[in-house]
């Protein structure tokens, strides 16, 4: 039997996500096809309905896929099942079929972002702490969930829009404060992780302006960006001699969990996919 998954999005050519699950399909030797299909929202529906039919020949399934950008909140009307991770986040990025087809909601990249720190450090120090998270979107509220599990006493969202920084914290409770953005620098002292969840960064947007030269002794420092590897935001942390995680890491944790239900194999992140991933990111 052949299992198959795959990726929907719109656009999905740029998606790294077939690279990285086949990267994982070769290691484990398995009998199974990860495919992406461009998919636009009003489409959805009868896409996700019709994955039980769409397999290339007999002897195959279809287990499910994962939903990148415009999707992820679209999906939330449209499962049978919510996690509590994709209804708290208002996301769901992965979907997973049951035996009798039914349709369950997933959200991963909160689990990406916590198990991308893990692998630099012990997460049990951030216990009582105070976090600074620069953005709003999905990604910042996939981050600020995986905060509150982490323990973190205050956790400061700001946004260029200090309207959607509010919904954020709205959703997630009070442990979540609102910072007007023009005070991003201000409160830099009493951080002890800063992660910048925008596209501001990325190559081809405009740069992160923000100082941390008062960033607190020992802080960790993380950026969701990953073209570049090493934002500019990043190389200054690491010249403060800040401990620094990049992005990368949240992007392959957050694939784990789906490949698992879908394949049944619980994958690795290790070099060899890093490296695998990377040289995609390069060719792009």
């Known amino acids: 039997m052949i299992k198959n998954a795959g990726v929907m999005g719109f656009p999905i050519s740029h998606s790294l996500s ?26 959805l529906e009868n896409e996700l309905r019709s994955l039980p039919e769409r397999c290339l020949q007999d002897q195959e399934i279809f287990r499910g896929t994962n939903l990148t950008i415009p999707l992820k909140e679209t999906a939330l009307d449209l499962v049978d099942t919510l996690e509590e991770a994709a209804r708290a986040i208002g996301a769901v990025n992965t979907v997973v079929l049951d ?3 039914n349709l369950s909601g997933r959200n991963t990249d909160w689990i990406g972002f916590m198990d991308s720190l893990s692998d630099h450090l012990d997460i049990e120090e951030f216990k009582g702490k105070t ?10 509220r996939a981050i600020v ?11 400061l969202v700001t946004n260029r829009t200090r309207a959607r920084a509010e919904d ?32 501001l960064g990325m190559t ?14 020992g802080a960790v420092v993380t950026d969701i960006v990953y073209v570049p590897l090493m934002t500019d935001l990043l190389v200054r942390a690491k010249e403060g001699d800040y401990r620094t995680v990049d992005g990368l890491g949240m992007l392959l944790h957050q694939a784990k969990a789906g490949f698992e239900a879908w394949f049944g ?3 690795d992140v290790d070099e060899g996919l890093r490296q695998f991933v990377l040289q995609g990111l390069n060719k792009k």
């Open 18 to 43: 077939p690279r990285l699950h086949g990267y994982w399909i070769e290691k484990y030797d398995l009998q199974a096809r990860y495919l992406a299909r461009e998919v636009k929202p009003e489409n």
């Open 131 to 140: 976090a600074l998270v620069l953005g709003a979107g999905g990604a910042a």
């Open 204 to 217: 081809g947007q405009p740069p992160l302006e923000i100082s941390i030269a008062g960033l607190k002794e």
């Open 145 to 155: 969930y995986a905060c509150l599990q982490m323990g973190f006493d205050k956790i």
């Open 168 to 199: 954020l914290c709205l959703d997630m409770g009070s442990r979540c404060e609102v910072l007007d953005w023009k005070d991003r620098d201000t409160v830099l002292k009493e951080i002890d992780l800063l992660v910048n969840s925008t596209s």
């Open 265 to 267: 194999v619980k994958p």
């Open 99 to 101: 035996d009798q087809n």
